[in-house]
């Protein structure tokens, strides 16, 4: 399948990667490939500039959101959230309409300090925001609560005894993101949460998120929903 | 020891009977005990009135807030949130200064529809609130990611193995409190997420909680934080 990832940060490559390595032909969008391209300090996570990964990743080819968008059957939003509205415009609603969108960027906001809070939540999400600037795409937010490591490869952790959660308005659309997550990246087990306005809880789980990779140190880990029996 | 819970709801009841049967003598708090007493119908939730329930109980009393909080060496904030911070000024400053008290509670707000909301969030939390509110009380925000029976009885549900988590500025209280957890409830596992601005992780994560909650069909669930190797 073509697949058209916007983001050509340390998420977009690593699923870029693990996507193409599955067989699907991967394009990755910015606002500026000359740009991107021309990098040559390692971003502020310390990752190698995009050039230097490009170099290792041939295949993979680099366009501008547009073209991305335009090749993509199935299209990946791994932009930085406050930057998501603006790559999708970008993009263009006519290289949307139709196609499901996997949304799995964070609103993160580190304006007021570390650790980022959101720049929304509670009354609304990213996902929402998405799916109401344009109808036409089909949102999925899913992966937002696991780092990039644990996304493509949740076999590493547990041997994949952890969950990862779909939201979004059309059950076909889940589906397929469903069988995506378990074919392409091995996920054991997948939560349907429901709507795009469930979007809001794996959002929220975000300073949870934040501060357990502070106590653990480590950002490759997950959580497990265990249950008891009804009462 | 002796410990006030502040609360006649089934937090407060279910908790109320563990620490008891545990060998605590707990007082419960209410803000006016002949009203509490006199209700006849179930709650909310279709829970007992209050009285039906302390007939089975007798051993645990009823008083007043400030009855309950000059009881306690240790304090239990397990009243809804939206009434939190009164409850405890009723509670009076000096029952409440130099002893810990749990606070379990959730800032939820039900007045924009189900599922409910958060009334305080992102850039502060109920947690927050109450620490500044009370600067000579020692908050230990804890036990609020899970429902009334898993928090007195973790070992119902995957035989424990799963977590809670602890936000608070003083390292001792945080140590006593997660004692408790482990000797009365029977917690096998308590992340320490650090000072009390943490307890804005948990808290969020109740509109996930929410939606696992909807999709699981059972309150009677939680979630394990497994890890893998550091990169």
Chains 1, 2 share one sequence.
Do not use: C
């Not at 170099?55 to 501008?64: S, V």
């Not at 335009?70 to 930057?83: P, R």
């Not at 998120?209 to 009462?231: D, M, P, S, T, Y």
């Amino acid at each position: 399948m073509n697949i058209g990832i916007f983001g050509t940060g340390v998420v977009a490559r690593t699923l870029g990667e693990r996507l193409q390595t599955a067989g699907h032909a991967v394009r990755l969008g910015t606002r500026d490939p000359a740009q991107t391209r021309a990098r040559a300090e390692p971003d502020g996570y310390g990752n190698p500039p995009f050039a230097a990964w490009q170099a290792q990743h041939p295949d993979i080819r680099l366009g501008t959101y547009a073209e991305a968008a335009a090749h993509g059957e199935l299209l990946v939003n791994a932009t930085q959230g406050a930057g998501s509205l603006e790559a999708l415009r970008a993009a263009g609603e006519g290289n949307l309409d139709g196609k499901i969108l996997m949304d799995i960027a964070n609103p993160l906001d580190s304006s007021r300090g570390m650790p980022p809070s959101l720049s929304v939540a509670n009354t609304d999400s990213l996902g929402e925001q998405i799916q109401r600037a344009f109808p036409g795409v089909k949102v999925v937010k899913t992966l937002n609560t696991v780092n990039a490591r644990v996304m493509a490869y949740p076999r590493e952790v547990a041997d994949g005894e952890h969950h990862v959660f779909l939201s979004g308005n059309e059950a076909e659309a889940k589906a397929r993101v469903r069988q995506l997550l378990r074919d392409d990246f091995g996920w054991r087990h997948v939560i349907d949460l429901g709507d795009i306005t469930t979007a809001r809880g794996p959002e929220m789980y975000l300073p949870l998120w934040l501060r357990l990779w502070g106590a653990l140190g480590n950002g490759r880990f997950n959580i497990k929903v265990v249950a008891g029996e009804a009462a």
